[in-house]
């Protein structure tokens, strides 16, 4: 799962505002996601786990549907990521982070295909995310959710 986390991170700083501090926002998506895909537990959701269940991988796409990663019918969408990229405060704070997720997103458009709805298409998406920011040195920005996740078990 450590894919999703990381993509599902990555649009989640996107959508962060003035009112809202980020972790507020990550825990009320990651709920809002729990409940509507019937996710009962997150002890397994952790950026260095692979979604395995049904349940996970079709969390992973409600995530990445909330944060444009994944259009309305569940396909990877590098516009609608980008968008988001481009609109977050945080990521507008440091550039070179930005400018290596907007590449990310560019170079995923034509490594997740072949998937027919956002449970089949997320694990993909989050997978090719998370490696291609591994492979620009940027991992940090993943970390969010995996803190999030930590405060709902406590």
């Given amino acids: 799962m450590g894919t999703a986390v990381a993509a599902a991170v990555l649009l989640l700083v ?9 972790m507020e926002i990550v825990i009320r998506e990651v709920k ?3 409940d509507s895909e019937h996710l009962n537990s997150i ?3 952790r950026s260095y786990n692979e979604a395995k269940s049904p349940e996970e991988k079709c969390f992973l796409g409600c995530m990445l549907k909330k944060f444009k990663a ?3 019918d569940g396909q990877y969408d590098a516009e609608g990521l980008k968008a988001t990229i ?7 704070a440091h550039p070179n982070i930005q400018q290596a997720a907007l ?14 709805d956002y ?6 998406a989050t997978r090719c ?11 940090t920005i993943f970390i969010a959710l995996d803190e999030a996740l930590d405060k709902m078990q406590s």
């Fill in 119 to 124: 449970c089949t298409c997320a694990p993909l």
């Fill in 70 to 72: 994944l259009d309305a």
């Fill in 129 to 139: 995310l998370h490696e291609g920011m591994k492979n620009k040195s940027f991992q």
């Fill in 14 to 22: 996107a959508v962060a505002n003035a009112e809202d501090s980020l």
């Fill in 103 to 116: 590449q990310v997103a560019d170079e995923c458009a034509g490594k997740v295909t072949g998937c027919s």
């Fill in 86 to 92: 481009q609109h977050c405060p945080r990521m507008k």
């Fill in 32 to 34: 809002g996601c729990m």
């Fill in 43 to 45: 002890a397994d959701l």
